[in-house]
């Protein structure tokens, strides 16, 4: 599958993300707080949402070669007639209609552009391709976020469950990330340890299987089946949670292997 291909399937599944987060967006609802984002509320997490879809497309649009401040990018937080409604029955439903608007604008300028157009990224991979993939991923793990919120039942297709570990250890073992977050530096201390993260729910000709290396400086990871110091196994939809600490390991629907120990500190240290 050539990378315009799966571009263009990012571009489609940012608003198929988004209608799905939607309908999480009940009235009564909205004052849920999220586990997962202490402080917040299921309203907070949809305006973070929505306005980080306003950011990229503005960076997309003008092809910005440098971190844009949420401050100028207009609507930003949520358009003031959005707030002029908070307190009306009608809330939920604009919120939702607004959050739409968000995907869909993010979604065209990304299709305006060009998987290959040049753009500040996260890591320096600096081109579009990135926030398509960007965009999409954090809102599937915003999903669970707003499921938790709720009660409701969070869903995600293996494959694009296991393209957000892939995204996630991405980021994580980037030379950006030992920048940003001083508490990725602290895992040498665990130097030579490994963890295997293993999927339960793929077939074995579409394995998903991840092997991390922790090194003197971050770590390293791949697609591969290795004995490791701590072995994870799971639906690879739950490997995602657990990753991305939105689950617990002790849950049943995860079991752990070897030193647990391990496990929890990384755990402690890696994600942003």
């Known amino acids: 599958m050539t990378d315009a291909t799966v571009f263009e399937r990012y571009c489609t599944e940012i608003v198929e993300q988004n209608r799905l987060f939607r309908e999480t967006l009940k009235p009564g609802q909205l004052d849920a707080p999220v586990p997962a984002c202490p402080g917040w509320t299921l309203r907070d997490l949809t305006i973070h949402l929505g306005s980080d879809h306003l950011r990229a497309a503005q960076l997309v649009r003008t092809r910005a070669d440098t971190f844009v401040r ?83 039942k969070f869903e995600a297709s293996p494959e694009l469950a296991a393209d957000g570990m892939d995204e996630f250890l991405e980021l994580t073992s980037s030379g950006a990330a030992l920048r940003w977050w001083p508490a990725m530096r602290t895992l040498a201390e665990r130097d030579g340890d490994s963890l295997h993260l293993h999927a339960t729910d793929t077939s074995q000709s579409d394995a998903a299987e ?54 929890d500190f990384w755990l402690e240290r890696v994600g942003f």
């Open 70 to 152: 949420p401050d100028t990018v207009p609507g930003y937080g949520g358009p003031a007639e959005l707030a002029e409604a908070a307190a009306t029955d009608t809330y939920a439903e604009l919120l939702g209609e607004w959050l739409s608007a968000c995907a869909r604008q993010v979604s065209d300028e990304l299709r305006l552009a060009g998987e290959d157009s040049p753009v500040w990224t996260l890591t320096g991979e600096d081109r579009a391709f990135f926030w398509a993939r960007r965009r999409t991923l954090e809102t599937l793990v915003h999903r669970a976020d707003a499921a938790q919120a709720t009660g409701g």
């Open 210 to 263: 991840w092997l991390i290396r922790i090194g003197k400086e971050g770590f390293g990871w791949t697609r591969a089946h290795e004995k490791a110091t701590t072995a994870v196994r799971g639906p690879v939809a739950d490997l995602l949670l657990v990753l991305t600490r939105r689950l617990p390991p002790t849950d049943e629907r995860v079991e752990v292997l070897g030193d647990r120990e391990l496990l």
